[in-house]
């Protein structure tokens, strides 16, 4: 008896990929599949009388690399909730990889106990999107890099660094000063700092009490000088309000620039960045900025070219910090 061995097997294709957007933040959604050149799944989210989510994918998924993009921004539970039913749905649905898109990670703020008896949100939002069934996480310049190890699933980080600096380095400023508002921001700022070839300060910030921010000292010299402050996000502005302060206070010319990776924008935020001494702020669409929300000082960089190359990446196996040159 003999046994015919098959012929090597011709290499398997590649799983389709198949790309959906939750209800948070479409026009970012658009953008990436726009640079893909590909178009949006067919899904359908809806809500019950009740207010229930309800959601169901249009086409066959089985088998895909699905990519759903959702920032868990505001409304923020509810897009949260929104997300980890459409993963329930993916799941159950067969597809072959699921990755979340997560441009701005909600609770991210959370991630570690400063005070006894508070929990560590941004870790169970970690476990509640893996046990909903995400395999993979593409994530934006997460508040704490150590929440990538919460997961135990593959995170690509990505930075707007690049993208803000060299928006940035078109300008051509003279005589700059790179800002931190706070010590833990500074390892980023620096990058912005080195490829303007500009000196760094560095804003010293406590938390009097919950939810408050105050700029006790600076280092660095700033007399003089035009600054421009980083930080992740700005949500009240309060941190924003204080460094401006504190940079005026130690002489800074009152024309300053601000700019930040997440635009959240909460509360009294929009009227504190109005103060005349913020020349112009810098945003990027990781969340929507709605046009009551911007003034004629407002600039917004897009993320999704480079969402789009991460996307594009993680399909055909390629690597993504590649992408990424320090
Ligand atoms: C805090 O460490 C963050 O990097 C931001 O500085 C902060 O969350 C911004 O919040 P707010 O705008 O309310 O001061």
Not at 157 to 184: F, R, W
């Amino acid at each position: 008896m003999t046994f015919a061995f098959p012929p090597p097997a011709a290499p398997l294709p590649r799983p389709p990929m198949s790309i959906f957007s939750g209800t948070a933040h479409p026009e970012l959604s658009r953008e990436i599949v726009r640079h893909l050149g590909v178009e949006l799944g067919d899904l359908k989210i809806t809500r019950f009388a009740d207010s229930e989510i309800y959601v169901k994918f249009e086409q066959s998924v089985r088998g895909t690399e699905a990519f759903i993009i959702q920032p868990t921004c505001q409304p923020i539970d509810s897009n949260l909730l929104e997300l980890l039913i459409l993963l329930d749905a993916l799941k159950r649905a067969s597809a072959d990889m699921i990755t979340v898109v997560l441009p701005y990670y909600g609770y991210a703020r959370q991630e570690k106990k400063d005070a006894p008896r508070e929990p560590i949100t941004a870790k169970l939002i970690a476990n509640l999107l893996t046990t909903a069934g995400a395999q993979r996480i593409v994530a934006m310049d997460l508040h704490a890099d150590a929440i990538q190890g919460f997961f135990d699933i593959p995170v690509d980080h990505l930075t707007a660094l690049p993208i803000i600096a060299d928006y940035l380095a078109e300008k051509h400023y003279e005589d700059v000063v790179v800002v931190s508002p706070d010590e833990g921001r500074v390892k980023k700022v620096r990058k912005i700092a080195s490829r303007l070839r500009a000196p760094l300060a560095v804003g010293y910030k406590v938390h009097p009490e919950h939810g408050v921010s105050e700029i006790t000292g600076l280092a660095g010299d700033v007399r003089g000088k035009t600054c421009i402050v980083y930080d992740d996000m700005i949500s009240t502005g309060g941190s924003i309000n204080e460094i401006v302060d504190a940079l005026l206070r130690n002489g800074a010319r009152p024309e300053i620039t601000v700019a930040c990776t997440h635009a959240v924008l909460a509360g009294p935020a929009v009227e504190r960045l109005s103060r005349p001494e913020i020349k112009e702020l810098i945003l990027t669409d990781t969340i929507p900025v709605p046009p009551e929300k911007r003034s004629a000082k407002t600039t917004v960089l897009s993320t999704a070219p480079l969402f789009a190359q991460a996307i594009r990446r993680i399909w055909t196996d390629e690597s993504v910090s590649e992408l990424f040159t320090d």
